[in-house]
């Protein structure tokens, strides 16, 4: 691959993505995409317009205006867009950590008799936390998995320990270390032919990996909207489940909106039919603003298209390393096969976390994970391989200066 960036950035159909994001002042290159998507510019003057017109003009008849099918209309639509979806299936709600505590309590609760829970032991802390506590407050097994480091976790893996005893496999489709990319529709073929229900984290697929969970047979997900999907920080999370698992679903937060007709305020709970029993309180309606915008530019770039400008990316930042990282001990902590790669790419090296250190002082943004990881996430809408290359001649630079 060719290491100098004007020739990708001329051929790079998605380039004018880039200006229209809010400006860093000082920022070299931004590679924590994968972390917290930069805002569109646009997204502070919708903000402003809502509050003004919307919130300030129309009060609480907003409720009955819009507001309160949020995260159905906007779970529809990312549904449509980046999850392979059809209609029905999604909700905006909560965090990704309160989506998954729920979605795995009510898979559980759905499987009884079952008494083992799947979890690889380097998966995102929260999930495995989350996991722990289901299990000790069920009664349940944690059945752990050690995946490979700079890989993740593989079909075989899970055919060994999946049986009658198995209620869930609890996954990430992209690692949060490696980037690894699950092969989503074997595992789950898998853990179904035993019997039991997957739940995936999506938090770093969304945005950067199409997908396709109702064709890959998919029967539970959460994940993040402020990492590629650039909804803002702590912006609320999305959960899918697939249809006709709804009605088996009993998620522990039983709070007024996911009920069956809310405002009869009547005795008891009842859960809604439909994806909305997913729901616990009140919809984050301005916390998701800035996703409707992004949603709308990356309806306009296409997640094919963004798949394709996320290869050439991790493929040049490979490329980069290899030949000008490598001789200073760097060694590329993800797959090299574009297969099982996601959008990111974590090189390892000793002093990592001090390189990350004097990489932000030179205004080069990536983040360091333990113990000697720098990830680099370069959003396809908003990074340039300019950037790119930018960003890595500053760490060539502290390298070569000892
Ligand atoms: C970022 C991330 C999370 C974060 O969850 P929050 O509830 O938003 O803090 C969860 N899982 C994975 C795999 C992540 O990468």
Same mark, same amino acid.
């Given at each position: 691959?060719?290491?100098?960036?004007? @020739?990708?950035?001329?051929?790079?159909?998605?380039?004018?993505?880039?200006?229209?994001?809010?400006?860093?002042? =000082?920022?070299?290159?931004? $590679?924590?995409?994968?972390?917290?998507?930069?805002? *569109?510019?646009?997204?502070?003057?919708?903000?402003?317009?809502?509050?003004?017109?919307?919130? &300030? /003009?129309?009060?609480?008849?907003?409720?009955?205006?819009?507001?309160?099918?949020?995260?159905?209309?906007?779970?529809?639509?990312?549904?449509?867009?980046?999850?392979?979806? =059809?209609?029905?299936?999604?909700?905006?709600?909560?965090?990704?950590?309160?989506?998954?505590?729920?979605?795995?309590?009510?898979?559980?609760?759905?499987?009884? &008799?079952?008494?083992?829970?799947?979890?690889?032991?380097?998966?995102?802390?929260?999930?495995?936390?989350?996991?722990? @506590?289901?299990?000790?407050?069920? @009664?349940?097994?944690?059945?752990?998995?050690?995946?490979?480091?700079?890989?993740?976790?593989?079909?075989?893996?899970?055919?060994?320990?999946?049986?009658?005893?198995?209620?869930?496999?609890?996954?990430?489709?992209?690692?949060?270390?490696?980037?690894?990319?699950?092969?989503?529709?074997?595992?789950?073929?898998?853990?179904?032919?035993? =019997?039991?229900?997957? $739940?995936?984290?999506?938090?770093?697929?969304?945005?950067?990996?199409?997908?396709?969970?109702?064709?890959?047979?998919?029967?539970?997900?959460?994940?993040?909207?402020?990492?590629?999907?650039?909804?803002?920080?702590?912006?609320?999370?999305?959960?899918?489940?697939?249809?006709?698992?709804?009605?088996?679903?009993?998620?522990?937060?039983?709070?007024?909106?996911?009920?069956?007709?809310?405002?009869?305020?009547?005795?008891?709970?009842?859960?809604? *039919?439909?994806?909305?029993?997913?729901?616990?309180?009140?919809?984050?309606?301005? &916390?998701?603003?800035?996703?409707?915008?992004?949603?709308?530019?990356?309806?306009?770039? =296409?997640?094919?298209?963004?798949?394709?400008?996320?290869?050439?990316?991790?493929?040049?930042?490979? /490329?980069?390393?290899?030949?000008?990282?490598?001789?200073?001990?760097?060694?590329?902590?993800?797959?090299?096969?574009?297969?099982?790669?996601?959008?990111?790419?974590?090189?390892?090296?000793?002093?990592?976390?001090?390189?990350?250190?004097?990489?932000?002082?030179?205004?080069?943004?990536?983040?360091?994970?333990?113990?000697?990881?720098?990830?680099?996430?370069?959003?396809? $809408?908003?990074?340039?391989?300019?950037?790119?290359?930018?960003?890595?001649?500053?760490?060539?630079?502290?390298?070569?200066?000892?």
């Amino acid at each position: 691959m060719d290491l100098d960036p004007s @020739g990708h950035d001329a051929a790079d159909p998605l380039a004018p993505f880039r200006d229209r994001f809010s400006p860093a002042p =000082g920022v070299v290159a931004y $590679l924590d995409g994968n972390s917290l998507g930069r805002p *569109p510019a646009a997204t502070a003057e919708r903000i402003a317009a809502f509050v003004r017109d919307e919130w &300030g /003009a129309r009060l609480i008849r907003g409720w009955d205006e819009g507001w309160w099918e949020t995260p159905t209309t906007l779970g529809d639509r990312l549904g449509a867009l980046a999850l392979g979806a =059809g209609p029905g299936q999604v909700v905006l709600a909560d965090s990704t950590t309160v989506l998954l505590y729920k979605l795995a309590r009510a898979a559980v609760a759905a499987r009884p &008799g079952r008494t083992e829970i799947v979890v690889d032991t380097r998966d995102f802390p929260t999930d495995r936390y989350l996991l722990g @506590g289901i299990a000790a407050e069920r @009664g349940l097994t944690l059945r752990p998995i050690t995946t490979d480091p700079a890989a993740g976790v593989t079909p075989s893996q899970i055919a060994d320990v999946v049986g009658p005893s198995t209620a869930l496999v609890s996954l990430s489709h992209v690692a949060y270390w490696s980037g690894w990319r699950a092969d989503m529709e074997q595992i789950t073929g898998i853990a179904h032919d035993a =019997g039991a229900l997957v $739940l995936w984290d999506l938090s770093h697929s969304v945005g950067s990996v199409p997908l396709e969970l109702d064709g890959w047979g998919a029967d539970l997900a959460a994940g993040c909207s402020y990492k590629y999907l650039n909804g803002g920080p702590g912006a609320p999370a999305f959960a899918y489940a697939r249809r006709d698992l709804l009605p088996s679903l009993n998620q522990p937060v039983q709070g007024w909106t996911g009920r069956r007709d809310p405002f009869a305020m009547a005795p008891g709970y009842d859960p809604e *039919p439909g994806v909305r029993r997913l729901l616990s309180g009140t919809p984050p309606v301005l &916390g998701l603003l800035p996703l409707t915008v992004s949603l709308e530019m990356l309806a306009e770039a =296409g997640v094919d298209a963004v798949r394709a400008k996320s290869e050439k990316l991790t493929e040049y930042v490979i /490329a980069l390393v290899d030949a000008r990282l490598a001789p200073f001990g760097v060694t590329i902590g993800s797959p090299r096969d574009v297969a099982h790669r996601g959008g990111h790419v974590t090189l390892r090296v000793p002093g990592a976390r001090e390189l990350v250190t004097g990489m932000q002082e030179r205004g080069v943004i990536p983040d360091f994970r333990e113990p000697d990881g720098i990830r680099i996430g370069p959003a396809p $809408l908003s990074t340039s391989f300019t950037e790119v290359r930018d960003g890595l001649a500053v760490l060539e630079e502290l390298l070569s200066a000892g």
